[in-house]
């Protein structure tokens, strides 16, 4: 079992940035594909961007691609979501997951039913 807690939401002006953090402890952490979820008021929950275990391989939403950056460390069992020039549609509650099953296809980890663990969230809110 691993539990996760997410920080670092706030509220931040269109074209700012913020870097949310994802704590993770209990098993290693090493041994989990990890990824960042979103879900705006009134939507469903959409992928945002996954690492895999060893950080060597990444995959993002097109609408993130270009502006956000995922990274991990796994001496800290920490993973980072950087958001640059962040968009007021960014607003949303974002989730960090995690995964105990192993795809060498990364593709597979935009899926939110490829993991098994989740936090609880935390807030991010963009103003124009």
């Known amino acids: 079992q691993v539990q996760l807690v997410e920080s670092g939401g706030g509220l931040v002006q269109a074209g700012g940035s913020l870097r949310l953090s994802c704590a993770a402890s209990?098993?290693?952490?090493?041994?989990?594909?990890t990824g960042w979820f979103r879900q705006a008021p009134g939507k469903e929950r959409e992928f945002v961007a996954t690492?895999?275990?060893?950080?060597?391989?990444?995959y993002y939403a097109d609408s993130v691609k270009g502006r956000f950056s995922i990274s991990r460390d796994n001496a800290k069992n920490t993973v980072y979501l950087q958001m640059n020039s962040l968009r007021p549609e960014d607003t949303a509650v974002y989730y960090c997951?995690?995964?105990?099953?192993?795809?060498?296809?990364?593709?597979?980890?935009?899926?939110?039913?490829?993991?098994?663990?989740w936090g609880q969230g935390t807030q991010v809110t963009v103003s124009s």
């Open positions: 997951a995690a995964s105990t099953t192993y795809y060498s296809n990364i593709v597979a980890y935009s899926e939110g039913q490829t993991y098994d663990h």
């Open positions: 209990g098993r290693t952490f090493s041994n989990y594909g």
């Open positions: 690492i895999k275990r060893s950080g060597d391989s990444t």
